[in-house]
């Protein structure tokens, strides 16, 4: 049975929450107390690549997933906490980038004047993510995917873009027939120091 492309990723998120939750950590250890000592993280979104990234949390030792949820519980949270809210795209941490941004931003390369970056999928989104399919419910493939890529230049040029310009298409993945999210895109972000 195909996913209701009307369902938004923030209901998608509500309903399956709790069935994830129970899933995914157990009842037991979704309502265990956890010691002081213990890194205590809540995740957003379990989908693709979220999904990846939970499983990898879980052999980290000393971590502790203890919430599943929607952004907007996430900020009501985080407003009346004493801990710490961290909000961020997982490339700038990733080991496989520091050595790179480390020299970077240590200068040994000197003042960066460009960056050049590519995305590709080997394949099209899987058909059973509808939601991936629509731009009101996923933000297009810019919004979904190369806001990593974003992520990365951002931190290596120290701010956000000025400027951008752009264009795009829709010329290999053609299906479902009514999608709106593009394929293929080319863009220029400008920055402040003029890169």
């Known amino acids: 049975m195909d996913a209701d492309p009307n369902v938004s990723r923030r209901q998608f998120m509500g309903r399956g929450t709790l069935a994830a939750s129970v899933l995914l950590l157990g009842r037991a250890a979704a309502s265990a107390a956890v010691h002081p000592d213990q890194i205590r993280c809540g995740m957003n979104g379990i989908g693709g690549r979220g999904y990846q990234v939970l499983k990898a949390i ?47 931003l240590g200068g040994q390369l000197g003042q960066p004047i460009m960056i050049r970056a590519y995305r590709h999928h080997v394949g099209d989104y899987p058909c059973d993510r509808r939601w991936l399919f629509y ?39 053609l299906e479902p027939d009514d999608r709106d999210t593009l394929d293929h895109y080319t863009l220029s972000l400008d920055y402040s120091d003029g890169v």
């Open 58 to 104: 879980h052999k980290v030792p000393g971590v502790q997933v203890t919430a599943l949820c929607d952004i907007d519980a996430i900020l009501e949270v985080a407003a009346t906490s004493e801990g710490i809210f961290q909000v961020g795209t997982q490339l700038r941490y990733a080991s496989r980038w520091q050595p790179a941004i480390e020299t970077v």
């Open 135 to 173: 731009r009101r419910y996923s933000g297009d493939t810019i919004l979904e995917q190369a806001v990593h890529e974003f992520d990365l230049f951002n931190r290596v040029l120290g701010g956000i873009p000025v400027r951008a310009s752009g264009f795009g298409g829709l010329g290999l993945w």
